[in-house]
């Protein structure tokens, strides 16, 4: 029966994991059939005994008009076919953004630094996932790390590490992703990264974590999390103007907080991504030769709450400007 639940949770956490992406994904579509199909208030204008079909159309208080064609009945009986299909799609539409309000979802553009951003995440991806694996203590090189996210297999690497890095990939991909970056950094999107990051590790992967944990190297314990005191906690950090300050304060509180039962300091780091990514300020990872200091200050600051040493070394040595 126990395993039955766990089963059951774990089935539920996925499909709320995607449930933005899938939102976003339907959104896409139904704008992209709707400017597709020949809909709206019909007018037909006589020129030279020739009769021709303007739509009218009314978007955001805007009135638009989109020449349709030369009248004909086929032409208008398909035209008030259409007009059926788009009333539904329209009112699925209006459902979609009730429900993206819940993950703090604005609809607009990308700008243009952002989207330079997003590019320059992605031509570093490789890099950064190996960074944090290593930081992880996986075994692994660039060339196989590069390999296993582009869907190649590698020899003589524990599954575990491999899923780890796979998992990595996903989280990475799902920050990525516009309707995600055009969401505000919160606790949903953090609790989904760290779902991503433990997938197929732990039953509980993306809920704050109900079990004490032991730190290695310190005898720091830090309390079980609450939910109310953590969205609070992040809410006070997510409201700092500076979206850099915002991104290292926010990855230095989870990592103490210890807010899940395990990849804490990975779903830190690419939650601070979120936040710089959705801003155009860059990226931050750990260099591979830097890790032996970062861990040292993390202890430190783990016993002393005192940041400034920790977050002056990811200010200097870890952040990447585009």
Same mark, same amino acid.
């Given at each position: 029966m126990?395993?039955?639940?766990? !089963?059951?949770?774990?089935?539920?956490?996925?499909?709320?994991?995607? &449930?933005?992406?899938?939102?976003?994904?339907?959104?896409?579509?139904?704008? +992209? =059939?709707l400017s597709s199909l020949l809909h709206g208030t019909m007018q037909i204008r006589e020129r030279a005994n020739n009769r021709y079909v303007y739509l009218y159309n009314r978007e955001d208080g805007i009135l638009t008009s989109k020449y349709a064609g030369v009248y004909s009945e086929e032409l208008n009986s398909q035209i008030l076919e259409n007009n059926k299909e788009a009333k539904g799609l329209k009112q699925r539409l209006r459902s979609i953004r009730r429900d993206l309000k819940t993950f703090d979802y604005i609809d607009r553009e990308i700008p243009e630094r952002v989207a330079r951003n997003i590019d320059f995440a992605r031509r570093s991806l490789a890099n950064s996932i190996f960074r944090q694996a290593v930081l992880e203590g996986v075994a692994t090189t660039y060339s196989d790390t590069e390999a296993i996210i582009e869907g190649g297999k590698v020899n003589g690497m524990p599954a575990g590490d491999v899923m780890k890095i796979v998992n990595l990939k996903h989280a990475w991909d799902f920050i990525l992703n516009r309707g995600v970056l055009l969401t505000r950094s919160n606790f949903n999107i953090l609790s989904n990264i760290n779902s *991503? @990051?433990?997938?197929?590790?732990?039953?509980? &992967?993306? =809920? *704050? =974590?109900? @079990?004490?944990?032991?730190?290695?190297? +310190?005898?720091?314990?830090?309390?079980?999390? $609450?939910? +109310?005191? @953590?969205?609070?906690?992040? &809410?006070?950090?997510?409201?700092?103007?500076?979206?850099?300050? =915002? &991104? $290292?304060?926010? !990855?230095?509180?989870i990592m103490r907080a210890q807010l899940f039962i395990d990849g804490n300091k990975r779903t830190a780091i690419i939650f601070a991504n979120h936040i710089l990514i959705a801003n155009g300020l860059g990226l931050i990872a750990i260099p591979e030769e830097k890790v032996s200091e970062y861990k040292r200050l993390l202890i430190e600051f783990y016993e002393t709450s005192d940041k400034k040493k920790i977050a002056a070394f990811l200010k200097k040595n870890c952040y990447q400007r585009i």
């Open positions: 126990i395993d039955l639940i766990s !089963c059951i949770m774990k089935v539920h956490m996925m499909e709320s994991n995607f &449930a933005l992406i899938a939102l976003l994904d339907e959104k896409e579509n139904i704008e +992209t =059939r *991503l @990051v433990e997938e197929g590790f732990y039953y509980s &992967a993306g =809920r *704050l =974590r109900s @079990v004490p944990v032991d730190i290695g190297g +310190t005898s720091y314990k830090p309390p079980l999390p $609450i939910e +109310t005191a @953590v969205k609070e906690n992040l &809410a006070d950090i997510l409201s700092i103007a500076d979206p850099f300050e =915002r &991104a $290292i304060e926010a !990855c230095l509180y």
